[in-house]
């Protein structure tokens, strides 16, 4: 069955970094696009980035554009989310998803809390 | 990239139905035809409910529906049960690889 587990969250400064890691399983990784999704406590979800299949294309979310980096190790079955230059408003469970134009499986999330 | 408009909360009694509304743009809702919605439990990851504005994924009961009308999407919750009480989402793509979520709707069974 397909299987997306995140994990790397944590309780970060800011101004400083973060790795987040999704590993897949259940299915051919290398064949989907991958996305980041987030949520802010109590808040609503928000689509973050997207990576097609061989990672020949990316997109983000302006307000993480030039901060975050999504990428892939189809050897792996893994997605990330290299976060650089945390901010407050970066706190929040990071979901990965699989799919194109939508989200058919989702992980668990991870919480990222920036703070000082 | 602007958030969908959702109503903040829906009501119904059992048996009942609610619509919810997700209102955008002719760059996203209105432009495309990759309208998706998602159900959301408290504590749980999201669960995808219709894709595609209308489609259902296998397992997902057909007391939910999907429809549009230019730049808003709906949501429909036939025969409403005490399970269906939950968060729900709207997306849609927006063009140049970019998406956009709406704000989350309520749903509460009375």
């Known amino acids: 069955q397909v299987q997306l587990v995140e994990s790397g969250g944590g309780v970060v400064q800011p101004g400083r970094s973060l790795r987040l890691s999704c590993a897949a399983s259940?299915?051919?990784?290398?064949?989907?696009?991958m996305h980041w999704v987030r949520q802010a406590p109590g808040k609503g979800l928000e689509w973050v980035a997207v990576?097609?299949?061989?990672?020949?294309?990316?997109n983000y979310v302006d307000s993480v554009k030039g901060r975050f980096t999504i990428s892939r190790d189809n050897s792996k079955n893994t997605l990330y989310l290299q976060m650089n230059s945390l901010r407050g408003d970066d706190t929040a469970i990071y979901y990965c998803a699989r799919g194109g134009f939508n989200y058919d499986y989702w992980g668990q999330g991870t919480l990222v809390t920036v703070s000082s | 990239q602007s958030a969908l408009t959702q109503p903040p909360s829906a009501s119904g009694s059992p048996g009942q139905s609610v619509t919810i509304s997700c209102t955008g743009t002719s760059s996203d809702v209105g432009g495309y035809n990759y309208v998706s919605w998602y159900q959301q439990h408290p504590g749980k990851a999201p669960k995808l409910l219709i894709y595609d504005v209308s489609k259902r994924p296998s397992g997902v009961p057909d007391r939910f529906s999907g429809s549009k009308s230019g730049n808003t999407a709906s949501l429909t919750v036939s025969g409403l049960q005490a399970e269906d009480e939950s968060d729900y989402y709207c997306t849609s793509y927006a063009g140049s690889n970019s998406w956009v979520f709406g704000g989350g709707t309520k749903v509460t069974v009375l």
């Open positions: 990576i097609w299949y061989d990672a020949n294309k990316k």
């Open positions: 259940g299915f051919t990784f290398s064949s989907y696009v």
